[in-house]
Structure formats: C-alpha cells, structure tokens
C-alpha cells in the first residue's frame, strides 16, 4: 500500500508542477508611457537669470497657439483703432 502511494505520488507531484509552470504568467498592466518634457529658458525682464520653464510638446503647442492668437488678436485691434 505505501509502494502504490509512493508510485502515485511521483506520477502525479511532477505533472502538478508542469501544469503551474505550463500557465501563462499574469502580465502586470502596461504603465502609460509619460509624454517627455521640453524645457525652454523664459527671459524674465528685471533680471539676468531666465527661469526655465518645462512643458510637454502638446502643452507647448497650445501655449504657442495662445500667444500667437493673442498676439495677432492685438494687432487687428491696434489696425481698428479700438
């Protein structure tokens, strides 16, 4: 009787251990890649230090769209008069 445990329990331990390494291991969830920062120096006026200041190239984007609306935005009412 303990032969025929021991027979069956080295037929069947090594199949076990098979079986958990023959399932595909749990992937852990892909980290969003972070959007790379782009630095520029900003020329404060009143002293000589620029200050950096650091963006994503999307919020870059819209910063530059801002200013050059803004920008355009204040000369047409200077063209006006207003």
């Known amino acids: 009787m303990k032969l025929a445990a021991l ?15 023959l399932q595909p291991a749990k992937e852990k969830p892909a980290k969003p890649a972070k959007a790379k920062q ?12 620029a200050q950096m200041i650091c963006h994503t190239s999307e919020e870059w984007a ?4 801002a ?6 935005d204040a000369m047409d009412r ?3 008069g207003n």
């Open 7 to 21: 027979a069956l329990a080295t037929v069947l331990l090594p199949g076990a251990a098979l079986a958990q390494e």
């Open 38 to 49: 782009v630095c520029r120096r900003d020329p404060n006026t009143g002293t000589r230090m």
């Open 62 to 65: 819209q910063i530059d769209n």
């Open 67 to 72: 200013s050059s609306s803004a920008a355009s």
């Open 78 to 80: 200077q063209r006006r």
